[in-house]
């Protein structure tokens, strides 16, 4: 893909803004195009085609223009264009969402469709025009979402794949192939090693299935300063083990894995924009599965670093999961900070719907900057809270911890304090991802599938951080 700026819109296949109530085109009536939020118009000018799309008539926001220029990228495409220019002129401190919302439009998951269905190339060229001067002072900006959306891309490309061709083990040499196209280093903890270093709750989950877990570490280190840890949650399917889910919907829990593939997308965008932030990638996969070997309703499970947990429903594994992830990363790395990403809870999905993730943590001042950034980012989050009848709910007779309640009430906010035991003092993020991770409809500049959920959102983070700190 080449991404230019340009001075001025070239002739061609072209994406054009228009504000409500002030596009006039002889020929086009008002009752068929007069700008309004996101309604389109195609209009043929020579060789090329334009698609006018409407801004509406409020505020012109970052996240409208990318929701804008993914709307007509996606229909120019569906029309076979192969090489689309957006004139940003009006906006040109924004065409970096144009950008962002563009790239990610032109993205499809075709693998799959037979060569006679699939809807033509990839787009081979974007051109983005700001007009005279304009170029200069956007270029960084632009190739800095450029980055991003293949990043997003990236995670959306890998997310979408089926759980027989992406298993523990192939995600693993997917995070050792990224490690060496983006300068990252990289290691791969196997059964054997998870068992010598007493990752109890990875085992335990990964015992069902023919496909073993793995652990994957990722670092991206510019400075030797103490660094930001990612830790996310990439169970390839999850069939809910002994306590199975309903069959009805259970084809998505492909989708389980997005947390630990929203970290590898963080740790590409990381590296290959230069950040000089530390900043380390921990990636818990498994396949929960039911058979003979499987863990059960009842066992009690000795977790990374001693923490015991009992297990009273198999289908809450993620935490499991994170209890190791977690306790490793905290007790190795020391970070200054971490993150958790995980589809975690449907208990979120009832709280806040599809669109927006849970957003926990004790820092109210990092949880009000985690907002703002992802209405930025396109990536919403809501504060969801912690407490200490979280905590009691799931404390156990047995054990140190329940992985369940036993209630319905609460259940994302109980998911986030079983976390926090394997948390100490860190200070931490948890994201439950569980909503926005894929869309079962297609949105302005997303199509049907996996969204690439958290990677936008904490690279703004970084970005915002690195501009903090003395260089």
Known sequence: MVVTVEDLPQAGDRVVFARKGEFAKEGVLREEFDGGKLATLIWREGRGRIVYVGLGEGPVTGDLLRKAAGTGVKLLRRLGAEEVYIDCTAFPERADFAVEG????????????????????????????????????????????????????????????????????????????????????????????????????????????????????????????????????????????????????????????????????????????????????????????????????????RSYGGKTIEVLNTDAEGRILLADAVGYAVERFAPRLLFDLATLTGACIVALGRYRAGLFSPDSGLRDRLWQLGEEAGEPVWPLPLGEEFAEAIQSDVALVKNVSGAREGGGSVGAAFIQHWVGATPWVHLDIAGPAWVSRELPYLEKGVTGFGVRLLIRYLLSLANQEPQ
Do not use: W
């Open 102 to 301: 563009a790239l990610l439009a032109s993205y499809r998951f075709e693998d799959f469709r037979m060569p006679e269905a699939r809807k033509g190339g990839p787009l081979r060229a974007l051109g983005v025009a700001v007009g005279k001067g304009g170029p200069g002072k956007v270029r960084a900006e632009v190739e800095r979402a450029t980055t991003l959306a293949e990043a997003v891309n990236y995670v959306r490309q890998l997310g979408n794949q089926p759980a027989n061709v992406v298993t523990p083990a192939v995600l693993a040499e997917k995070a050792r192939e990224l490690a060496t196209e983006s300068r990252l280093s990289c290691q791969v903890l196997g059964p054997k090693e998870l068992e010598e270093a007493g990752f109890g709750g990875i085992l335990a989950v990964g015992k069902g299935s023919d496909n073993p877990p793995r652990l994957i570490v990722l670092e991206h280190r510019p400075t030797a300063a103490p660094p930001i840890v990612v830790v996310g949650k990439a169970v390839t399917f999850d069939s809910g083990g002994i306590s199975i889910k309903p069959g009805e919907h259970m084809d998505e829990m492909k989708f389980d894995k997005m947390g630990g593939c929203a970290v590898l997308g963080v740790m590409r965008a990381a590296s290959r924009l230069g950040l000089p932030v530390p900043l380390v990638g921990v990636v818990a996969s498994a396949e929960n599965m039911p058979s003979a070997r499987a863990y059960r309703p009842g066992d009690l499970i």
